[in-house]
């Protein structure tokens, strides 16, 4: 490592080299170091011979975007080391398939060719690191490497003096008395402030930006409109864009974890309209914002103290089992609001036998161009197609362009079939026309203290959804380097509830497919290879910044304002984002993978680490017992009994219990394997 940390500050790097094959590689090095005086005319032609008869013989691609050509002869007097990066990856027919950026070419005597091999293995170590893999893919000088390298070696052992960094598991360790997850959580993520600023001045942020503000505006519209239709428009859509644009700032402002994003939340919304139906069949309806004021003001005040007790590091005990489970149901859950829309149009469509099914069959084209225009142009980044820069930009802002295509193609037809678009207000006049501010001394004094009781069961449901929510984006697969803030951000959550609970606002918390979507949106990614030919995509860096949040909250909360702008917009294609946004968090999820064993041919199965060391049967055996408690949670869900669904975050606490059980149903050895927070790091050096 020391030879490469030395060529590099003595300037023995090309940043940016036009180059098509490794041949013209090798010609504009060798002129480089002809031209720095390392190397005199007469040895140019050695070298340039012994560097292309090498690779014929013995190709050097060895992967992770790196080829590593040498060549030792006695015509060279001293050794030396060029590093190159290409102006853009080149397809040299590297094991994994993808192309080349980065070449490390040594030179030398033959004495020292023994010597060289230290050096060779240490740059494939370091080329397997994602993390520098991705900062020496936008260095700008030789400076910027050399940091790169030092933080590469500072991550292997870091020294003795600094603080180690911490993963999102290691933050729910807390050590001292009350407050003291608080304090660790703002030490942790105060220092990265001004860089959560600076960090979200990117193409890519603007990308992120703008898909994200339909993919929340979109469920904010919906859970609005169904919570007015339910209380009789005491909280509709009009509270939930504010809530959602207010809350939303304050969170970015304020928290430790920026890339979530808050939003009404199905189980949250259940909660509201059965306590709005409770209130209705004590003959107390008028009374019903006073009462969910007082509810929403213990609520808040149960999760701060949670937050200040540290009762976020109970997270600890749940594990990927519970998170993948969870994460499945957040993302069917939007699959099926995204199916049940379009099931509505064609029932409403087909109830009448006279009329024609137009509407209804353009609604579905049009979702599911949405869907597969935003899926192909996500991947548009891995083609062979166009320029790189117009391939991150198509990959960037396909979802985007997938809206607004989808959008015109409507527009086009609009003369024969008119779509459904968005409708809501306009203005900060509440929906029902009654005053933003509620008035809490309307609710009797018993209930100000009875409504403590349904208030723990909202705060159970706030604090899991919340912090599993935290959890997942946290996940070390994410390559997240700022660290968390678990107790902070439950803690700004439990006050912006009681906030919202004097307006008569609905309660927000973390978001599970929204905050996911929101980080996949700002994650440079690679695709890898597996020992059996198994491809996936690999996080290299996330851009964890503060802008784009700030930024997707500010618009939907001028999205009040441009009413008529949005009102174009065809409710279609929000459904083809909700189909979308489903179906890539489903993606990477290990249960999803695991159940999808079970429509393969054995012969077939990918080469896991966990294939490789737990059973087929334990796996089936596990995944189905992951499978079931899926199964329940979406019974509990879609119950119709009230009484049943407000229970739902009681069911996701007790799947900490059930995992407690399969200890006792599978090998220790198995399950560690299965329920480990990332893949093995021997196993992650093997996918190329």
């Not at 409403?348 to 192909?376: E, I, K, M, N, R």
């Not at 142009?377 to 083609?383: G, H, T």
Request: hydrophobic share 50%; proline share 5%.
């Amino acid at each position: 490592m020391q030879n490469l940390r030395d060529a590099i500050r003595e300037g023995n790097c090309l940043l940016r080299l036009e180059a098509r094959s490794m041949d013209e590689i090798f010609g504009s090095t060798a002129e480089f170091l002809v031209q720095t005086g390392r190397l005199s005319h007469e040895q140019l032609g050695v070298v340039l011979e012994g560097l292309r008869e090498h690779e014929r013989q013995h190709p050097t691609v060895i992967g992770n975007g790196c080829a590593l050509p040498h060549f030792y002869d006695d015509a060279i007097d001293a050794p030396m080391m060029v590093f190159v990066r290409l102006h853009r990856p080149v397809n040299m027919g590297a094991p994994d398939g993808a192309g080349t950026q980065f070449v490390f070419v040594l030179l030398g005597p033959t004495r020292i060719a023994s010597d060289h091999l230290d050096t060779l293995a240490s740059v494939a170590r370091l080329m397997a690191d994602s993390e520098f893999h991705y900062e020496a893919s936008v260095a700008k000088s030789k400076d910027d490497l050399l940091e790169a390298i030092d933080r590469h070696v500072a991550r292997l052992r870091p020294p003795a003096d600094a603080t180690p960094r911490v993963t999102g598991a290691d933050d729910l360790k807390v050590e001292g008395g009350i407050g003291a997850g608080l304090l660790a959580d703002v030490r942790r993520r105060l220092p990265h402030y001004v860089d959560d600023v600076r960090d979200g001045l990117k193409s890519k942020s603007a990308a992120a930006t703008l898909f994200m503000f339909f993919a929340c505006l979109a469920p904010a519209i919906a859970f609005g409109g169904i919570m007015g239709e339910a209380t009789g428009q005491a909280i509709g859509t009009v509270e939930m864009l504010v809530a959602t644009s207010v809350c939303g700032v304050l969170y970015v402002l304020l928290a430790g974890q920026p890339l979530i994003l808050l939003g009404g939340v199905g189980p949250l919304l259940i909660f509201t309209i059965i306590l709005f139906r409770l209130t209705d069949d004590l003959q107390m309806g008028d009374q019903f914002l006073a009462i969910y004021g007082w509810v929403g003001l213990w609520t808040g005040l149960f999760t701060v103290l949670l937050a200040v007790t540290n009762a976020s590091g109970l997270m600890r005990y749940f594990t990927r089992f519970t998170d993948e489970i969870f994460s499945a149901l957040m993302s069917l859950i939007f699959i099926y609001e995204a199916v049940k829309a379009l099931v509505g149009i064609f029932h409403g469509s087909f109830s009448d036998p006279d009329a024609p099914h137009d509407v209804a069959f353009l609604s579905l084209l049009v979702a599911l161009g949405t869907f597969y225009v935003a899926t192909q142009l996500s991947q548009f980044r891995k083609s062979a197609y166009l320029l790189p820069w117009m391939r991150e930009f198509l990959a960037d802002f396909g979802p985007s362009i997938a809206l607004a295509v989808m959008a015109v193609v409507a527009w086009w037809l609009s003369g024969e079939v008119v779509l459904p678009t968005l409708t809501m207000s306009s203005g900060l006049t509440t929906s029902s026309g009654r005053p933003w501010q509620v008035d809490l001394n309307a609710a009797p004094v018993w209930i100000r203290f009875a409504a403590a009781g349904p208030a723990l069961l909202a705060t159970l449901l706030v604090y899991l959804t919340q912090n599993i929510t935290a959890r997942l984006v946290n996940s070390p697969e994410n390559k997240l380097r700022k660290g968390a803030g678990y107790h902070l951000d439950l803690a700004v959550v439990g006050g912006m509830i009681a906030g919202c609970s004097l307006f008569g606002l609905p309660w927000l918390c973390a978001a599970t497919v929204r905050s996911l979507a929101h980080l996949r949106a700002l994650a440079t990614v690679e695709e890898v290879t597996s020992p059996s030919g198994d491809k996936r995509d690999r996080v290299l860096h996330v851009d964890e910044n503060r802008v784009t949040a700030f930024v997707i909250h500010l618009l939907i909360g001028g999205s009040l304002f441009l009413a008529p702008i949005l009102g174009l917009v065809p409710k279609s294609t929000l459904y083809g984002l909700f189909l979308y946004m489903g179906f890539v968090s489903l993606g990477g999820n290990q249960f999803v993978e695991r159940l999808s064993l079970w429509l393969m041919d054995s012969a077939m199965y990918p080469a896991t680490h966990y294939m490789r060391r737990v059973s087929i049967r334990t796996i089936h055996l596990y995944t189905l017992l992951q499978f079931v408690c899926l199964v329940v949670l979406c019974v509990v869900n879609l119950y119709p009994s009230e009484i049943v669904q407000i229970l739902f975050p009681v069911f996701i606490a007790l799947l900490v219990p059930v995992r407690f059980l399969a200890a006792g149903w599978f090998p220790k050895e198995d399950l560690a394997v299965l329920d480990s927070d990332e893949e093995p790091e021997e196993e992650e050096q093997n996918w190329v």
